[in-house]
């Protein structure tokens, strides 16, 4: 009986800490490592919601970038890092989900050793050609590069990534050789594609789109079951005959797997405040973004569906890092 009650109060202590524990966090600054440079994608999100955030937490949250091999180093860095709740990762499918398939030798592993927190913001891509390039739709397209095997090649923003293993698929499935050239980011990946180094890319249309208005770029396909509002006269790949390219590139937030759950609730619940304000969603639905927002557990089913999804792609093209 005297054991029971140790044990009752031994609990109740527990609870008490955690409660006190997350009261009182933080007491100095929050950091926020990002995967890729500034003027990436996940950089833009993750500048949206720190300061408003700090707002809220009474304390600097900082932005660190921590590019290199497709997300790997940042999230490798952030899951060694004390669970201390002062170190979180903003990155995207690559690090957190595809790369535990992709890469044979992985020094962490994007389940066990990172906790989700949220998932912030997703967006559909669309498949682009630069001007040069001659095809001018997506059926064009196919013809061309079956024609031109290995003189092709197409930009993406790292092995593992969203813009990777779509069209590591759409090769596999249309039978294309393409040559893969991953970039440390998007905007180097745009910026190569605009000086003729590549021909093609899967990227998110805000990104490309005053390049399309340009006449440099030529969108062929829309990665989402339904066409996109920025690209109304631009197909979808299920009205293409291709509904298993439906893909979305995707960035969340995590922390070391050890950080204590009422620090990753309290993060959350301070990411989906500052993901709701109508200037948050004004910054990131121009980019191109739909606002997640997502709890830690449905996060981690996210996370879970697609490391699955894109596992099978993973294997069944042979998709290797590059």
């Known amino acids: ?167 590591e698929l759409l090769k596999a499935d249309a039978k294309l050789f393409i040559v893969h050239i991953p970039y440390r980011g998007f905007p180097q990946a745009v910026t190569d594609m605009l000086a003729g180094n590549v021909e093609t890319m899967f990227a998110i249309i805000p990104g490309v789109l005053p390049h399309i208005k340009a006449g440099k770029m030529t969108p062929l396909a829309v990665t989402a079951l339904k066409r996109s509002d920025l690209l109304p006269d631009v197909p979808s790949v299920k009205e293409l005959g291709y509904p298993q390219l439906e893909s979305l590139a995707w960035i969340g937030l995590l922390a070391p797997a050890k950080t204590p759950p009422e620090i990753v609730e309290r993060l959350y619940a301070e990411a989906r405040k500052a993901l709701a304000q109508p200037e948050s969603k004004k910054i990131l639905t121009n980019a191109g973004f739909d606002v997640a927002g997502t709890s830690p557990s449905e996060f981690r089913a996210w996370q879970q569906s697609e490391i699955a999804k894109w596992g099978k792609v993973i294997r069944a093209t042979g998709a290797k890092p590059d």
């Not at 054991?3 to 009182?24: P, R």
């Not at 682009?128 to 090649?153: C, H, I, Q, T, W």
């Open 1 to 167: 009986m005297l054991k029971i009650k140790m044990l009752v109060v031994f609990l109740a202590a527990l609870a008490t800490a955690g409660g006190a524990l997350a009261q009182a966090w933080p007491t100095r600054p929050v950091k926020l490592v990002v995967s890729f440079p500034p003027g990436t994608t996940p950089d833009t999100v993750a500048r949206v919601v720190a300061p408003r955030m700090q707002e809220s937490l009474g304390q600097p949250v900082v932005v660190e970038n921590r590019a290199g091999a497709g997300g790997n180093i940042a999230a490798d860095a952030v899951a060694k890092s004390p669970a201390d709740g002062y170190t979180f990762l903003v990155s995207t499918n690559a690090a957190v989900a595809t790369n535990k398939v992709l890469y044979a030798n992985l020094p962490y592993d994007p389940e066990r050793d990172l906790a989700t927190v949220s998932l912030l913001a997703t967006a559909a891509q669309a498949l682009v050609v630069r001007n040069g390039v001659p095809v001018k739709d997506f059926k064009a397209f196919l013809e061309y590069a079956r024609k031109n095997p290995g003189r092709m090649s197409y930009g993406t923003t790292g092995s593992g990534s969203a813009s990777h293993l779509t069209m």
